[in-house]
């Protein structure tokens, strides 16, 4: 049995035959200036600070002239046994977790009260609430610096009796002021994830006879958990840098000293100037900071999965 086949098709003539087009020069044309200024202003940068942590200063005696010499891990050494330096990351840890709940917290609730309809003036509070993040750190520390000083605070009933910039409590006011600054950014965030929802799942749940609190609590708040947990990273890896704002309040409290956190540590040390010192805290802190935000990532993408 004779089996039969179709000849090829034959070209049109005059037509030419689709090839696949090749993007590479579109590509690198696109790509390029991103990858120039990250490779400029992020991966050098990074490696110049590693080079610069694993040099050291020798001298021929006590005022004999200094010579730059490679020291390997002299310096990560000083930084491991520099206990200012790890009490300073302990304090930002604590920190952290009583400010970062409670900030996410009033951004999540802001986002919640914008998303519902039962609020009226949504542009209003949502210019409210942005606000305070158009402010520059530096400022809103020297504005809420002014208005804790028992001196200079209108509020001196309050300011002259419970010593707000004492030692105990001086890290607290630097948490409101973080908290103040930085709840309208955080809240801009999750209410664009919750203007993503699509309107048919709350409809449907209100023709099912959910409140809006149930609806919030069921649908909203897990459908921005994504959201939420990149919130949570950037003010991770925010404490940890938390540089202008407690540098700012020494002008206000003796309670904050040259290393009352981890990067004015780094900034203290490199003005003495000792900067293979200041470089080694870097790459440190970066580390710590790495493990941290990537650790949080991981432990918030295994509770989504589940």
């Known amino acids: 049995m004779t089996t039969l086949t179709a000849p090829p098709a034959a070209a049109t003539p005059g037509v030419r035959t689709a090839r696949p ?21 992020y991966v050098v940068p990074i490696g110049y600070a590693v080079y610069q942590s694993l040099l050291t200063v020798e001298r021929d005696g006590t005022f004999g002239a200094a010579r730059t010499v490679f020291g390997g891990l002299t310096q990560y050494q000083q ?4 206990e200012a ?5 302990g304090r930002v840890l604590v920190f952290g977790v009583v400010q970062v709940p409670v900030m996410l917290g009033l951004a999540l609730l802001f986002a919640l009260l914008l998303d ?35 001196q200079l605070s209108p509020f001196t009933a309050l300011t ?18 973080v908290t103040w600054v930085y709840v309208g950014y955080n809240m801009l965030i999750i209410y664009s994830a919750l203007l993503a929802i699509p309107g048919e799942v709350s409809e449907a749940a209100v023709l099912d006879g959910a409140s809006q609190t149930r609806i919030a609590w069921s649908i909203k708040i897990p459908m921005v958990l994504p959201a939420i947990s990149l919130t949570a990273i950037f003010s991770i890896i ?13 002008s206000f409290s003796s309670a904050v000293t040259s290393t009352f956190t981890p990067n004015m540590t780094v900034y203290t040390t490199s003005a003495v100037p000792n ?9 440190v802190l970066a580390l710590a900071t790495f493990v941290l935000s990537f650790g949080f990532l991981k432990f918030s993408q295994r509770r989504e999965a589940r």
């Open 238 to 250: 925010g404490t940890l840098q938390l540089l202008a704002e407690p540098q700012v309040f020494r």
């Open 79 to 82: 930084v491991f046994a520099d």
């Open 21 to 41: 087009r090749r993007y590479g020069r579109a590509i690198t044309f696109f790509v390029a200036p991103f990858g120039l200024l990250f490779l400029a202003f």
């Open 275 to 283: 900067t293979s010192l200041a470089a080694a805290f870097s790459v």
């Open 116 to 150: 519902s309809p039962l609020v009226k003036g949504k542009k209003f509070f949502r210019l409210a609430y942005f606000v305070p993040y158009a402010v520059p750190g530096v400022i809103a520390a020297i504005m809420w610096g002014f208005l804790y000083s028992p």
């Open 160 to 177: 002259q009796n419970v010593p707000i910039l004492g030692a105990d409590l001086v890290i607290w006011a630097i948490a409101n002021v």
């Open 85 to 89: 330096f790890w009490s300073s990351i």
